[in-house]
């Protein structure tokens, strides 16, 4: 990158959030350059079991529910662009998720949520505990019953990362630009924004800046903004058993099978600050919950562990839109637990933001003003 460089929009943070959004935007005409400091997608993203699962995740209705089922809705229509714009296959599967309680008050709860579910047109089914093993039968017999919800799935996101940086700088003209960290953001006398790297400085229309965990001071821009580390754990073990068929959402666990044999087990939740080291305490927590609901994981192959830094935020809702101090930066960040489920409506959101000036009613959620208020 040579010194004043430009391009429209630059983008800080290669991981799912910073490519779902550099790919739409190159997609929409925009001469895009990401900058990132370790691989693309190596940062959370490459911990990510990839489960898409609104109905799990934010269990009753509210902002995160809605943004999370909208964005779930744009998964096939996001993929297969992917796919096209690359030629890459990516790992997609809307097996469903099969939420296990091990208890009569947790199995309570699980039948208001799915009549609140039914009542509100999300195709689910309640299941007691012989009919779940019916439906699964590596669980065991501490499962009380479990909910049913066909229209979950999970995406393989190393697969769908190598699709959207190919098919981005393929098709649509994004660069990437690794080992160049952004290094401070300004907005110049002229409204441009400035971005200095290591490598020189670079001007455009707009940044975006999408550095998940290093968001909070990232760039010197956002020092006010309470982005914070939220540690995850994820194993990978081989699988002797029959393996589930579909997403197993546990108490203290969720099972992702993986193609292969493999399953997926995540995942820790732990404040460790910016510590990204695997640890005997996550890995033994991981095991022991997974062993209580599939009692076959005791006999599972070790195969790795990875760990990832969640970007959590306050109110445990992500950060998307315009400064209000500096509205050439648009934040796409603090997307915590749910970075890969809500990559392409946040792509959506802030393309049309950052090219048509268009304010979705969504961003009302999830705009910057709660914190840079403050
Ligand atoms: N989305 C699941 C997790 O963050 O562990």
Redesign the pocket.
Known sequence: MSAGERADVIVIGAGIIGCAVADELGRRGAAVRVLESRAVGGGATQAS?G?LAPYA?ADRPGPLRTLCAESLGLWDDFVARAVADSGRDVLYERTGTLEVVTDEASMRRLERTGRALTAAGVECRLLTAREARAAEPSLGAAVAGALLVPSHGFVGVATLMEALREGGAARHGVSFLTDRPARHVQASSDGEMVVETAAGTLTGDAVVLAAGSWSGGAAGTAGALPVRPVR?QLLQLAWSGRPPARVVWAPSCYVVPWPGGSMLV??TVEEAGFDERATVAGVATLIKAVSGVLPEARNAGFEAVRVGL?PGTPDDLPVVGRSATAPGLVYATGHY??GVLLAPLTARLVADLVLDGREDPLLAAVSPARFEAA
Do not use: L
């Open positions: 079991a489960i995740e995850g995540g995942a969640r637990r749910n």
